[in-house]
């Protein structure tokens, strides 16, 4: 079983956890509005190097960040999207 | 009779016929190169050759014909999807795949044994009904059924109502079947290099020189190619190689794993899946049973498997056949599937003149090789895609004209 260190839980199966993206800023610069839509919307990251991704721990509703590698699924780094996880409110939980 | 067989095996008067010619070295220039030797590649070399009379084409692979996912796959062949363009596609191909033995000349194992696929709540009744209706008016065998007649197609499925899913319907396509997976991509080189084309293997396509919106040279680790153009069709690898040729692809490459259990003596004759428990299955003539079910959860670039999927797979497979709880598993493996958005493949044209895309196939590309090669030839051959094709193309993305088989694609092959 692959074990996501969880920076709120510690160590936790993958079994728990939800892959929401890979985060990649938005594109504020484009001149084709439909075009910078359409590329923000379906064309993701998709290489085979490190990317970082949000993802969610699903039993305690926290949202962390992961850097991981795309070919070795290897975890490089691991912290909370503190971001994500105040805007959805769910950031207390004991 | 074992005696006789070998005696055959080894007459002189009987000698191995080699499929395809070995190890040339490359040629400075071909008219089309098509990268990746898979079902779809060797079928559009097939299909260019023997519609189009076009044979100087080069089939380059970077490891062994047909070791990709068309080795890899569960090998279903459907067409019960939702959109009238998914529809008319792959039962185009499904029509293809019952004339291939005759056309290679050797047995691909074709077996329509039928497709059940089981409803356990009202939002895949809806489902149901809208992909019996609309595939009923294009005219493929589908229909909904009860669950007396669900009991008659397969005898062994658990209808208890006491489990956590209970089956409600089902849907049951007669056009459903299957094939031998690597008799497709052997059929296809065959023909193709008894034509002229010819077969490379161990031939990695590392970059291309662009000039003017045309790929004009095809790097690989054995030297340079000039080319007329070039078509990509190497599945799990789609981004990478598109990425070289300065296109982006809207794909996310995922894991996608099946297994198959020791022999049983036949107990079950169509292919039976469920979307809710997202697990199928079917029973192989040489008695396994193949069980397998959506991509991984997260996007990898790896053929690994995993013990998560395995217990998935057990614990969904064993509610529908519980005999099943007793199995070993014989076999275990990964394939790379390109998934796009949509689920539906992207085919065609590119942003450059003379490179086409065969990409996205996701956890479908095995059933429509043959439609899929073949439209792809013409639309190689006369640089138009043709109308089965045309809402395929990597351009609808900007239009957010989506051809949305998610419902019909994402849980079953
Ligand atoms: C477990 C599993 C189950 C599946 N089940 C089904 C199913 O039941 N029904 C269905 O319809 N589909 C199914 N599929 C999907 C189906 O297998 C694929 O969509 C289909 O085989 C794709 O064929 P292809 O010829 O495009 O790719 P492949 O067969 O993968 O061939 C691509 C080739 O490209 C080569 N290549 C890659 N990069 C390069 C490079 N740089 N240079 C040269 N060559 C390169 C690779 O070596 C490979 O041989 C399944 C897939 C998997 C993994």
């Known amino acids: 079983m692959k074990i996501i260190p969880c920076p709120q839980n510690g160590p936790r199966p993958v079994s728990e956890f939800s892959f929401a993206g890979a985060v990649e800023p938005r594109d504020e610069t484009a001149t084709d509005a439909s075009a910078a839509w359409a590329e923000q919307v379906f064309f993701k990251e998709n290489g085979t190097g490190v990317v970082t991704e949000l993802w969610r721990h699903n039993p305690s509703a926290f949202w962390l960040y992961l850097e991981r590698c795309r070919v070795t699924d290897r975890i490089i780094k691991a912290y909370p999207a503190n971001a994500a996880n105040s805007a959805d409110g769910e950031e207390e939980h004991d | ?27 400075s220039h071909y008219d089309v190169v098509i990268i990746g030797a898979g079902a779809h590649g060797a079928g559009m070399a097939y299909y260019l050759a023997k519609y189009h009379g076009i044979t100087n084409v080069a089939l380059l692979d970077k490891a062994y014909l047909g070791g990709g996912n068309s080795a890899r796959n569960t090998a279903v062949i459907r067409s019960n999807y939702l959109t009238e363009t998914g529809v008319n596609f792959y039962k185009e191909s499904a029509r293809l795949y019952q004339d291939l033995s005759n056309e290679f ?50 005898p062994e499925l658990n209808l208890s109502e006491n489990v956590r899913f209970p089956i409600l319907a089902g849907l049951w396509h007669a056009d459903g079947a299957t094939a031998r997976h690597d008799a497709i991509v052997w059929g296809y080189t065959k023909g193709a290099c008894e034509r002229g084309v010819e077969l490379h293997q161990l031939t990695e396509v590392e970059d291309f020189t662009i000039e003017n ?4 040279e095809v790097k690989t680790n054995r030297g340079k190619i000039s080319c007329g153009c070039v078509v990509q069709a190497v599945a799990g690898h789609s981004s990478l190689i598109a990425a070289k040729a300065g296109i982006r692809l809207p794909i996310q490459t995922y894991p996608l794993q099946a297994m198959v259990t020791q022999n049983y003596k036949p107990l079950l004759t169509p292919h039976v899946s469920s979307p809710q428990l997202k697990v199928f299955t079917h029973q192989t003539s040489r008695g396994e049973f193949v069980i397998g079910s959506g991509a991984d959860d997260y996007p ?114």
């Open chain 2, 213 to 216: 919106g045309r790929v004009t």
């Open chain 2, 300 to 413: 990898l670039y790896s053929s690994r498997a995993t013990l998560e999927r395995k217990e998935m797979l057990a614990s969904a497979i064993i509610e529908l056949f519980p005999f099943l709880q007793h199995a070993q598993i014989l076999r275990q493996w990964g394939g790379i599937a390109d998934v796009t958005p949509d689920y539906s493949p992207i085919m065609g044209l590119s942003p450059l003149k003379n490179y086409y895309l065969n990409a996205g196939w996701g956890t479908y590309g095995f059933k429509a090789a043959p439609v899929s090669a073949k439209t792809m030839a013409e639309c190689v051959a006369t640089g138009k895609p043709p109308a089965l094709i045309e809402d395929f193309a990597l351009e609808r993305f900007y239009r957010f004209k989506q051809v949305n088989e998610v419902g019909a694609t994402a849980e079953v092959h």
């Open chain 2, 105 to 154: 000349g050797y047995n691909i194992m074709h077996e329509q044994r039928g497709q059940l696929t089981l409803a356990h709540n009202d939002t895949t009744l809806r489902n149901f009904r809208w992909r019996a209706e609309i595939g009923k008016h294009l005219g493929t065998n589908i229909e909904m059924v009860d669950r007396q007649t669900i009991k008659e197609l397969a």
């Open chain 2, 1 to 27: 009779m074992p005696f006789g067989l070998l005696k055959y095996g080894l007459s002189r008067r009987y000698p191995a016929e080699p499929h395809f010619s070995a190890g040339k070295s490359l040629k």
